[in-house]
C-alpha cells in the first residue's frame, strides 16, 4: 500500500485522493448510483401527488413560500454537509440559529442591519470553531461536544432574552421579504452559498481533503494535509451557516424566540442523508445535499397543505432518515 501511495503522491493531490476513494469505498459509486436513482424516482413521484393531491400545490404563491421556506434548512444542511463528510456530527446548528436570530434582532436597533448580521455570523463561527477545536484538537467524539454546546449556547440565548424579541429597525424585514422577480432574495442567497461550497468541496484543495478525511483521517495526515485545521474549518462553516439561517428566517417572520431552532439538527441530517451523504464520513456533496433540502421541503409543503399534525411529520422525517441510512449502508 506505501508503494501505491508513494505513486499517487507523485502524480499530485487530485490523483491521491481519487486513489483513496477507489482504496476505501470499493463499488460504492456503482450502488450509490442506483441509490441516487431511486431517490431522484421518489423526488417525482411526490411531484406527481402533489400535483394531483391538492390544486394548490403548484400555484405561484405556493412555489414562492416554498422556496421561502426551505432557505433556513438549506444553509444549515449545506453547514451540516460538511461536518458529516469529516466523519462528524453537528447537534448544535439549532441552538446557533436561535443565537443568530436573536443577536441580528437584538442588535439590529442598536447598530443597524448589516452589523448586526455581521455579529451575528461572527458569534455563530465562534461556536462552531469552539465544536471544531474539541473535536480536532482534544479528539473527543463530535456527537458528545456538540451536544454539550447545544445545551451551552441555548442556555446564552436564554440569558440574552428570555421573551420574544421583535426589532424595532423599519428595515429589519427586508432581507426576509425582498424578491427579484420571483426568487426571493434569500433563496438567491442559499444558492450562491451552495455554488461556492460546490467549488470548495470540488475545485479547492482543502475542500477535497474535507472529503478525504471521512474516508481515511491518517492517510490524509499522511499525505501532508493538516487534518485538524480542516476538522476545524468544517464546524466553522456549520456555525456560520447556521447563525445566518437564524438571521434570515427571524427577518422573515419578524420575530426572534429563544426556543427558535429546536430540533432543526434533524431536518439537516435528513436533507443530506436523503441526497448522499453518508454518515461517519465518504461521501455526499453540495447538489445532491440540495435535493435533499428540495425534497424534504416538499414533503413538509405537503403535509401542511393538508392539515397533517407537526407531531406526525417528525414520524415521516424519523422514517425517512432510516430508510436513508439503511438504502446507503453498502457504500461505507
Avoid at 427579484?180 to 460546490?198: D, E, H, N, Q, S
Avoid at 462553516?237 to 429546536?262: D, E, H, M, Y
Amino acid at each position: 500500500m506505501s508503494a501505491d501511495i508513494s505513486t499517487t503522491k507523485e502524480k499530485g493531490g487530485g490523483a491521491y485522493f481519487s486513489y483513496l476513494r477507489k482504496r476505501w469505498f470499493p463499488g460504492g459509486a456503482v450502488h450509490g448510483r442506483w441509490v441516487d436513482y431511486a431517490f431522484i424516482g421518489a423526488f417525482v413521484v411526490a411531484i406527481g401527488i402533489g400535483t394531483l393531491a391538492t390544486e394548490i400545490f403548484f400555484t405561484e404563491a405556493n412555489i414562492r413560500n416554498l422556496s421561502r421556506q426551505i432557505v433556513s434548512n438549506g444553509l444549515i444542511s449545506l453547514g451540516m454537509l460538511i461536518v458529516i463528510l469529516t466523519g462528524g456530527i453537528d447537534l448544535s446548528v439549532g441552538s446557533i440559529v436561535a443565537l443568530g436570530g436573536v443577536l441580528s434582532a437584538g442588535m439590529s436597533d442598536k447598530v443597524g442591519i448589516g452589523p448586526a448580521i455581521l455579529i451575528a455570523l461572527f458569534f455563530g463561527a465562534v461556536v462552531g470553531w469552539v465544536n471544531g477545536v474539541f473535536v480536532a484538537r482534544f479528539k473527543l467524539q463530535p456527537f458528545i461536544v456538540t451536544l454539550a454546546t447545544m445545551g451551552i449556547v441555548r442556555g446564552f440565548v436564554f440569558v440574552y432574552t428570555e421573551t420574544p424579541l421583535v426589532s424595532k429597525h423599519p428595515d429589519f424585514r427586508i432581507l426576509g421579504a425582498s424578491s427579484v422577480g420571483p426568487l426571493p432574495v434569500t433563496m438567491i442567497i442559499m444558492l450562491i452559498c451552495f455554488a461556492l461550497i460546490w467549488f470548495f468541496l470540488n475545485r479547492t484543495p482543502t475542500g477535497r481533503a474535507t472529503v478525504a478525511i471521512g474516508g481515511n483521517k491518517e492517510a490524509v495526515w499522511l499525505a501532508g494535509i493538516n487534518v485538524q485545521r480542516t476538522i476545524i474549518l468544517a464546524y466553522v462553516l456549520s456555525g456560520l451557516f447556521s447563525a445566518l439561517a437564524g438571521a434570515i428566517l427571524v427577518s422573515r417572520l419578524g420575530i426572534a424566540q429563544p426556543s427558535l431552532g429546536i430540533a432543526y439538527e434533524l431536518d439537516a441530517i435528513a436533507a443530506c442523508v436523503i441526497g448522499g451523504a453518508i454518515l461517519g464520513g465518504g461521501g455526499g456533496g453540495a447538489i445532491g445535499t440540495f435535493c435533499g433540502v428540495l425534497t424534504l421541503g416538499m414533503i413538509n409543503n405537503l403535509l401542511n397543505l393538508h392539515g397533517v399534525q407537526s407531531y406526525y411529520q417528525e414520524i415521516i422525517k424519523g422514517a425517512v432518515i432510516l430508510l436513508a441510512v439503511l438504502a446507503r449502508r453498502k457504500e461505507r
